[in-house]
């Protein structure tokens, strides 16, 4: 994975979101970081980043902050394709 150019929105969440969706944010539909405690998450249809690298045979980690949904299990980063998170699901921890 290389980033050699700018890839970053104006908030925390529509980053995240295009970096691991591999999409801009009119295609995601992520504008601005979730309130915490909101029912809202990045939708569950998009395959992220660390599923494709895991069938390509990587183990996947995360470590800081998610910010993408934390409401239910499945919103959850470990649901979503990472072996194991450390860190914080919303903003305000």
């Known amino acids: 994975l290389s980033l050699d150019n700018y890839h ?9 979101a295009s970096i ?10 992520v504008y601005v ?7 809202a998450a990045l939708n569950s249809s998009y395959k992220l980043l660390p ?3 895991k069938e390509q045979g990587y183990r996947t980690h995360m470590v800081g902050k998610w ?3 934390d409401y239910k299990m ?5 649901s979503r ?6 860190g914080y699901l919303s903003g305000a921890e």
């Open 8 to 16: 970053t929105m104006p908030a925390c969440s529509p980053t995240r």
């Open 74 to 78: 499945s919103a959850l980063p470990t």
């Open 51 to 53: 599923r494709y690298m």
């Open 67 to 69: 910010h993408l949904g």
């Open 81 to 86: 394709g990472f072996d194991t998170f450390l």
């Open 33 to 39: 970081q979730f309130a915490p405690g909101s029912d």
């Open 20 to 29: 691991l969706t591999g999409r801009h944010a009119i295609h995601h539909g």
